[in-house]
């Protein structure tokens, strides 16, 4: 028998698909021919009645048994219209193209627990009828009386009949046939049910409930009804009332045999619809296809799991969009940064910038002003990401349009502070430090405000150039008191942000966690002082790593000046 099975299975599944294009918009009818294995077991166990002959002894002739059968397609297609008519009206409407574009799921989470409601109200309806049919049929025929333990194998036979194995197998149906509407509704992403607290509704279909469904239903339940049908049978010595209860046993016995198969095979496949759109959904995110998703079949547990896949899906989706974003705005931020100028006689320059993020708060300029001198600037924007790379774009439009109105350099930095002032908040300030060369005379005017000491390596030693001015943006009011220098053949600048005096050691080594610190760095120039200027940048980034630096905490800036020797 079990080798038949696969061949039931093929020809089920090519007779529905038959079905529904020819039902194509008859979504009730379509329904409720899905549910043909209900009629097919009642006439299975009228057929097995009636060859062991308790047709016969309760007086059922074929005409009666027809008109069961017609009343029993009759209860069951009233119950399957009512369990199916919300969905039905609304895929009418749908399919005139004046109703909703899609399911209403939450309609379709409500489809297992009207099936189990009016199957078993209709099961214990027509179970009533029919037994109350036969016993008046038994009694008008006068073939044998019927005694206590014949009708208590009658009552049980044909109720658990009609009151477990149709509503379980119609509730079964019912989920099986709500996967493939679904599936034929896809794309479909609506969440589950994600409350943590199961409702009935939901509970039928949950994952940890099917088991003991199907125990019960298949397991405990039929085994105890033939327990009870091998006690009423030797608990007697007339043989007609023997045979009676055995021959009932055996049709219960038969139509449970058939109705389990029937039963394990829905809920499997059931389940393997579910588990292969899973794991087309994992296929997704092995491939990197985010822009796909899985269609959430079922409104319970395994629901909530494709919801996650579907938010895991859209969030690397919007990961892949913001690195696609931040790898544009890292584009745009180095387009800022301007080269460092090879075409001033006596002078090299060089800078370099290298953010803990995509996109950071430190900043570079070289700008030439319309009379040849240059200035120099580097800043250091508090905070990091994007937030500091919009202020960097701000003040580097700011600096270039000053640069270009030849604006005097202490009212342009009073003009900064004043529009920092306006346009920043939360405590959020710039350090800057600011520098006015003058090639010809070698003239430095520079100011700091607020910003990590530069340092100037003379042959005297290392002097750092102290800040005299707040950071900009903190107040409107600042006194700006530029300071000039006078460069002598060799002298060497170096303007940095604090990301490399404060880069820390490997916690718990040589140095303890220490930071690297500024008098490090003086030290690290001043055995620099012979070294080609393109070459720093490279060394210091190699001397942090050797110092015990492992990850980098914050943006790292240089912007270097040298007069070269006479």
Not at 130 to 145: D, F, K, R, T, W
Not at 384 to 395: D, F, H, I, Q, S
Not at 398 to 414: I, T, Y
Request: glycine share 8%; aromatic share 10%.
């Amino acid at each position: 028998m079990i080798r038949f099975v696969p061949r039931v299975i093929e020809l089920y599944s090519s007779s529905m698909s038959m079905i529904q294009s020819k039902f194509r918009h008859a979504t009730t009818v379509r329904y409720i021919l899905h549910l043909w294995p209900l009629p097919l077991l009642f006439l299975i166990a009228q057929i097995t009645m009636r060859l062991t002959g308790n047709s016969d002894f309760l007086g059922l002739s074929l005409r009666t048994s027809g008109i069961d059968l017609s009343l029993f397609l009759l209860f069951f297609i009233l119950a399957a219209a009512w369990v199916y008519w919300p969905m039905s009206h609304i895929m009418r409407h749908q399919s005139l193209g004046t109703g909703q574009s899609r399911l209403d799921y939450a309609m379709m989470a409500q489809l297992p627990w009207r099936a189990l409601k009016a199957y078993f109200v209709t099961g214990a309806i027509f179970g009533t009828c029919l037994i109350i049919l036969l016993l008046v049929l038994s009694e008008l025929s006068g073939n044998a009386p019927l005694t206590f333990r014949i009708v208590i194998s009658l009552v049980l036979s044909v109720y658990f009949s009609t009151l477990v194995l149709a509503p379980a197998l119609g509730v079964a149906i019912t989920v099986h046939y709500g996967l493939i509407l679904r599936l034929s509704q896809t794309p479909n992403t609506a969440p589950a049910n994600t409350s943590g607290n199961w409702s009935p509704v939901y509970s039928l279909t949950d994952s940890s409930h099917r088991p003991w469904l199907v125990f019960m239903v298949t397991g405990l339940i039929p085994a105890s009804l033939l327990a009870a049908f091998i006690f009423l049978v030797a608990g007697t010595e007339v043989e007609a009332e023997e045979h009676f209860i055995a021959s009932q046993g055996l049709v219960l016995f038969t139509i449970y045999i058939l109705a389990s198969i029937w039963l394990v095979f829905l809920m499997s496949h059931s389940l393997k619809l579910v588990t292969n759109e899973l794991a087309k959904g994992l296929q997704h995110l092995r491939h990197g296809r985010f822009d796909a998703t899985v269609p959430v079949l079922t409104d319970d547990d395994l629901g909530e799991l494709a919801s996650g896949l579907n938010t895991a899906l859209q969030g690397l989706k919007e990961r892949e969009a913001l690195k696609d974003s931040l790898a544009i705005a890292e584009e745009i931020q180095q387009g800022l940064l301007s080269e460092a100028p090879s075409d001033i006689p006596g002078y090299t320059f060089c800078a370099f910038e290298q953010s803990c993020y995509s996109v950071g708060g430190d900043y570079y300029d070289f700008i030439i002003l319309p009379d040849g001198r240059m200035w120099l600037v580097i800043a250091d924007v508090a905070g990091k990401g994007y937030p500091a790379a919009l202020t960097v774009a701000n003040l580097q439009a700011m600096l270039h349009v000053l640069a270009a109105e030849n604006v005097p350099f202490e009212k342009a930095v009073d003009y900064i502070n004043k529009a920092l002032c306006r346009t920043l908040a939360g405590g959020r300030f710039v350090t800057l430090f600011m520098a006015k060369l003058q090639p010809q005379s070698h003239s430095l005017l520079w100011l700091n405000a607020g910003h990590v000491p530069p340092m100037l390596l003379r042959k005297s030693g290392v002097e750092r150039l102290h800040a005299s001015t707040p950071p900009l943006g903190l107040l409107p009011e600042i006194g700006i008191e530029p300071q000039r220098i006078e460069l002598q053949p060799g002298d060497l600048l170096l303007a940095y942000t604090d990301g490399v005096t404060e880069t820390h050691s490997v916690i718990g080594g040589d140095m303890g966690g220490e930071m690297f610190g500024d008098q490090r760095l003086a030290d690290w120039l001043t055995i620099h002082r012979g070294s080609s200027l393109e070459d720093l940048p490279e060394d210091l980034l190699r001397t942090l790593k050797l110092f015990g630096q492992t990850t980098q905490e914050d943006d790292i800036t240089l912007l270097c000046l040298q007069r070269e020797e006479s």
